[in-house]
């Protein structure tokens, strides 16, 4: 029976019929209309031993943003840190844990690890096992007091992999790549999962890595992996997935599905940095990029974008 056709069943049964179909309505427009989230996506910030030189750069646009337009999060695609030490880890702490101050961010952060993270003294071993040692004490940190005030969700022990939800929607912050094992079990078992757990009544997915789709960054990541990881997004409600690494804002395709790939943190080659912001309102997804100028907290809206509309 059709909503219509069901409608006008229960309106002829009355003054109850009639409620009946005023509540049904009021449900069919409320699940339209029940995402509504917000978030800046930055990725490839490599934070470096001091001196700073733009590290807050990026810090001061985003609180800037955030006067125009409500942010509900900031989630940073990984490279967070070039090496590893203590003091890097004391800088990126200054700016990006939640504070007062225009070079302190001023929203809730999730991060992700690439590839400088897992690996900060590559061909070095003994330096790179404490490097990654002492970046993996951090993200274990964080992830810990996420789990006890109930900001996260589920968290895959071996990869790190986690998942939360912010305005109705599930984000999955899948680490290095789906289905990696350069430092861990595959993350797949895990993912599935989840993907099961909060997906499987239609809430809104988002999905996020370090490793993207073109050309260069499929070398670090078989096609095999991208292959099932698509397969099993496809199975769920898929607003977007958002990549970094590359250091280049643009837009992939990839079995028929948009992939954004977020830019670096400084100017270089290929002009300014920039961040994406992600906002999800009802069915309506989008992605636009915001270029950061100076370090005083100046910025543009700039190609590209994208805009979709969510299937359930």
Wanted: glycine share 8%; hydrophobic share 40%; with cysteine.
């Amino acid at each position: 029976m059709t909503h219509i056709h069901y409608l006008y069943h229960v309106q002829v049964q009355g003054g109850r019929g009639r409620l009946l179909a005023l509540m049904l309505l009021l449900s069919l427009w409320l699940s339209a209309w029940a995402q509504d989230v917000t978030v800046v996506v930055a990725s490839d910030l490599h934070f470096d031993r001091p001196p700073e030189t733009d590290q807050y750069y990026h810090v001061r646009a985003i609180n800037s943003l955030g006067k125009t337009i409500p942010i509900d999060a900031v989630l940073l695609c990984g490279d967070i840190f070039d090496k590893a030490s203590p003091d890097i880890q004391a800088l990126f702490k200054q700016r990006y844990e939640p504070g007062p101050g225009d070079k302190t961010i001023h929203y809730p952060v999730y991060l992700l690890y690439g590839n400088h993270d897992i690996s900060p003294e590559n061909g070095r071993p003994n330096l790179n096992k404490r490097g990654y040692e002492l970046n993996m004490r951090y993200l274990d940190s964080l992830l810990q007091v996420g789990k006890a005030r109930g900001d996260i969700y589920h968290v895959d022990p071996s990869s790190r992999s986690y998942s939360f939800n912010l305005g109705g929607v599930h984000f999955v912050m899948g680490m290095l790549a789906a289905g990696d094992t350069s430092y861990c079990k595959s993350n797949f078992d895990w993912l599935e999962a989840d993907l099961k757990m909060y997906c499987s009544d239609g809430t809104p997915l988002v999905y996020l890595q370090h490793y993207g789709f073109d050309k260069w960054a499929r070398g670090w990541w078989p096609e095999a992996h991208r292959a099932r990881l698509m397969a099993l997004l496809d199975r769920y409600n898929l607003a977007a997935f958002m990549v970094g690494h590359t250091h280049e804002a643009s837009v992939q395709r990839y079995k028929g599905h948009h992939i954004y790939q977020v830019n670096n943190a400084w100017p270089d080659d290929d002009g300014p940095a920039s961040f994406a912001v992600l906002s999800i309102k009802g069915k309506k997804v989008s992605i636009r990029t915001v270029q950061v100028l100076d370090g005083d907290g100046h910025y543009r809206w700039v190609k590209p974008t994208v805009e979709t509309t969510l299937l359930k």
